[in-house]
């Protein structure tokens, strides 16, 4: 089992930054594939960014190349979301995730809310 806690929640500016942490406790972090994930009023969950268990392999989301950088500190067993150049489309919870194998995200956060205004 892993357990996932979000923190960086917040409210900012359009082209603000906001910085987002994932702590995660229970077996070993870095057997772990992670993502983020985020879902706004009335949309479905979708996927942000992900990296591999080592780090060494990250992927984005269209909308946010550029803006986002997703990295991980497998000594302090938690991952990060640097979310630069805000704007109001990034408002959503955000969700961690991961995933011990290839397949689904089987533990997840509670997730914690980004509003950007405008």
């Known amino acids: 089992q892993v357990q996932l806690v979000e923190s960086g929640e917040g409210l900012v500016q359009t082209g603000g930054s906001l910085r987002l942490s994932c702590a995660a406790s229970?077996?070993?972090?870095?057997?772990?594939?992670s993502a983020w994930f985020r879902q706004a009023p009335g949309k479905e969950r979708d996927v942000v960014a992900t990296?591999?268990?080592?780090?060494?392999?990250?992927n984005y989301a269209d909308s946010v190349k550029g803006r986002f950088t997703i990295s991980r500190d497998n000594a302090k067993s938690t991952v990060y979301l640097q979310m630069n150049n805000l704007k109001p489309e990034d408002t959503a919870i955000y969700y961690c995730?991961?995933?011990?194998?290839?397949?689904?995200?089987?533990?997840w956060g509670q997730g914690t809310q980004v509003t950007v205004s405008s």
């Open positions: 229970g077996r070993t972090f870095s057997a772990f594939d």
């Open positions: 995730a991961a995933r011990p194998m290839a397949g689904g995200y089987n533990y």
């Open positions: 990296i591999s268990r080592s780090g060494a392999s990250t």
